[in-house]
């Protein structure tokens, strides 16, 4: 039994290899799709952006309480600010976008593209002589390598000035000083490999969300099953490529450790 499963999974996970590299190999072949791109690209992000923005003003509010309570004790409420900027843009604004990104756009690209399955749309496309993968899969997955970092950027903007909220509520701190401070311990070198990592997690949301819609099954009951299914399997994937991408950026950039 356990040997069947162990099978099952390796099988599984073979399946998820081809269908990425497919999905990479197809990026950099022509003819390009760009104005799907654009329009799935602002699609996504857009619709994403309110959620995006209020849970990042939330987590730097909630953030903001925690890292004061904890400093209190030290005499040490000076490093509030530097405290939820270096928390947020180096590790819980990324983890945290690409966590809600899994439920919101994995379950979007994979009820969307199970439902044209069902209802044989898919083959539509084939029969006019238009290649679904390309049209369907690599457009999405481009799509969300670029709006995931967009999104996380977002988000630690939000966060950030849901800190810089609830320590004008505190201690009244002006938003310049507040700004300053935040940034004290963070720079370019810390923002790009914690920001870009981030691109992976948008390519694995895509090609999770793809994978289940064009390989639904069971008619319409199928769709649901299809959306559920891409948001834990994503967000089980993206959580162990999180693991993977901190240490490859510590081991790359030791100087962030």
Known sequence: MAWHSLRL????????????????????????ELREILRQTLELGARSTPLVAASGFAIGVVLSLHTRASLERFGAEALVPAGIGLALIRETGP?????????????????????????????????????????????????????????????????????????????????????????????????????????????????????????????TEGVGRAATRSVVLASVALIAANVVLVRLIVFLFPELA
């Open 9 to 32: 999974a390796l099988v599984a996970a073979g399946d998820y290899a081809v269908f990425a590299g497919r999905a990479v190999l197809e990026a950099f072949r022509p003819p390009w």
């Open 95 to 219: 983890l945290t976008a690409g966590l809600l990104l899994a439920g919101r756009l994995g379950a979007g690209i994979g009820a969307e593209l199970a439902a044209m399955k069902v209802t044989e749309q898919v083959d539509a496309l084939e029969a006019t002589a238009v290649d679904p993968f390309k049209f369907l899969v690599v457009t999405r997955v481009v799509a969300c390598v670029v709006a995931v970092p967009i999104l996380t950027t977002i988000l630690n903007f939000f966060g950030i000035l849901g800190g810089w909220t609830a320590e004008r509520a505190v201690t009244g701190m002006p938003l310049g000083l507040y700004v300053e401070r935040a940034f004290s311990l963070v720079d370019f070198g810390l923002y790009i490999p914690s920001t870009l990592k981030t691109a992976v997690f948008g390519f694995i949301i895509a090609i999770v969300g793809a994978h289940q819609g064009l390989h639904v099954t069971g008619g």
